[in-house]
């Protein structure tokens, strides 16, 4: 009796071991394992469309130094504490708190807008229109440094919601490498050097140099245009304005149709007319020479 209750007590053991390695192989085959967050967001081709940051603007052309241009098309990371910072030039600016935590931040500080621009050198790249920041959108400026390889280099806030990037690269290190006037077409460049003879013989002022100069730079594509555009108002379909060479030339056919039917009707009251065109005013003039005509006066009054 004892041997048989040993025996039984060592096979319910038996059965302990395996139904707790079931159990175990069972939910270990159905764990989620998190990693460390990687490449998010509005950048990342790989997350679901509904799933990536939502842009309220369209970044600006890509404009400025050509030799800046490779960098279109390209990110670059930096982490600082609990953040991550992606920046790719002519396109965003992305900020991703690496957190667990259920309302971890994951939001856009900037979308590539315009240069900066003083003294005839690019000081920075603004990116403007980023999520909504209390009663203004975020927005960050773009610091470009000398160094021997490209990459981010410091993220700071100096005021609430603007930021302030510092970003490296070897292709801003030629003491002329941020000049704007080398960028400009020949055209640009002589309206440049027309505002600059203007302010040396004081035809201008000062403000009004900088305004030209704005526009300049406006109509390069460098800076974001101001300018208030005018709705030129539109055309009633009725109107008689000759607003197409093909309704002038209607108008024309429907005159020249009238003027026959004038001179019909004249010559079938037998009264005298004169044919041929008034040169001052280039058109057909219709003259009686009678004032008081024979025949039926009451013509001339319906006339």
């Known amino acids: 009796m004892y041997s048989f209750g040993n025996g039984l007590h060592r096979l319910f053991r038996l059965w302990m071991v395996f139904a707790s390695l079931f159990i175990n192989h069972g939910f270990a085959g159905k764990m989620k394992i998190v990693e460390e967050p990687n490449t998010f967001g509005l950048n990342n081709p790989f997350m679901a469309q509904g799933s990536r940051l939502q842009p309220k603007a369209t970044p600006s052309p890509v404009s400025g ?44 500080l900037g979308i590539w807008q315009e240069w900066e621009i003083v003294n005839n050198t690019f000081t920075g ?65 002589r309206e ?45 379909p009725d109107s008689e304005t000759h607003n197409s060479l093909q309704k002038c030339t209607e108008d024309f056919q429907k005159q020249t149709e009238e003027i026959e039917r004038l001179r019909a009707l004249l010559t079938q009251h037998n009264i005298p007319f004169d044919s041929k065109q008034n040169e001052a005013k280039s058109t057909v003039g219709i003259t009686v020479k009678d004032p008081h005509p024979r025949g039926d006066t009451g013509l001339i009054d319906m006339l």
């Open 65 to 108: 130094p050509a030799h800046l241009h490779r960098l279109a098309g390209k990110c670059f990371s930096f982490t600082e504490s609990t953040y991550k910072y992606e920046f790719c030039p002519f396109h965003n600016i992305t900020q991703h708190e690496q957190s667990y935590r259920w309302n971890a931040y994951s939001g856009i």
């Open 192 to 236: 440049w050097d027309e505002a600059e003879q203007a302010r040396y013989e004081d035809l201008i002022t000062e403000q009004g140099y900088n305004n030209l100069l704005r526009d300049i730079f406006e109509d390069a594509g460098l800076l974001k245009s101001q300018r208030v555009k005018i709705k030129s108002p539109e055309v009633a």
């Open 125 to 189: 790249m603004w990116m403007r229109d980023g999520d909504t920041c209390g009663t203004r959108n975020r927005e960050t400026k773009v610091i470009l440094m000398c160094s021997t390889n490209s990459k981010l280099a410091q993220v700071s806030e100096p005021s609430t919601c603007v930021y302030s990037v510092t970003f490296e690269t070897p292709l801003v290190c030629h003491p002329h490498s941020l000049l704007v006037y080398p960028t400009l077409s020949e055209k640009l460049q």
